[in-house]
């Protein structure tokens, strides 16, 4: 069975991390990067099962990679949902996030188990 791919895009190293660690042991193939610009490069290079994105990264947040990631992919094809992972609580960003095309919200800091049960549900 061939490994479900996930980006991860988030600008902190730790973050990282623990991301990909958690999820690379429950059989995850994960691509981190830190750029909202090299996150959508990659959404079109590497076609990903899912994204974790975070808000917060440092050229451009991550609601610029929600608005522009349906111009990266090939015409026919779906984006791949889109995981928000943010130390924004406020229900006003958790809403604009999803009415901007996020599948999910998780806030920071990461509860690793409702991290993967939410990767789990998005990648079946």
Not at 2 to 23: N, W
Not at 29 to 50: D, G, I, R, Y
Not at 62 to 79: N, R, V
Request: net charge positive; with cysteine; aromatic share 6%.
């Amino acid at each position: 069975m061939k490994k479900k791919r996930i980006l991860i895009v988030d600008d902190d190293p730790d973050v990282q991390k623990l991301v990909k660690k958690r999820l690379q042991f429950h059989g995850f193939q994960c691509t981190c990067v830190a750029f909202a610009e090299t996150a959508l490069e990659s959404l079109k290079k590497s076609k990903p099962n899912l994204i974790i994105l975070d808000l917060g990264l440092k050229h451009a947040d991550g609601t610029a990679f929600l608005k522009h990631a349906k111009d990266w992919i090939p015409e026919g094809e779906k984006i791949p949902p889109i995981l928000i992972l943010s130390g924004h609580k406020e229900q006003e960003v958790v809403d604009y996030c999803l009415e901007n095309g996020a599948s999910g919200f998780i806030t920071k800091p990461i509860d690793t188990r409702a991290l993967l049960s939410m990767v789990h549900d998005y990648v079946r």
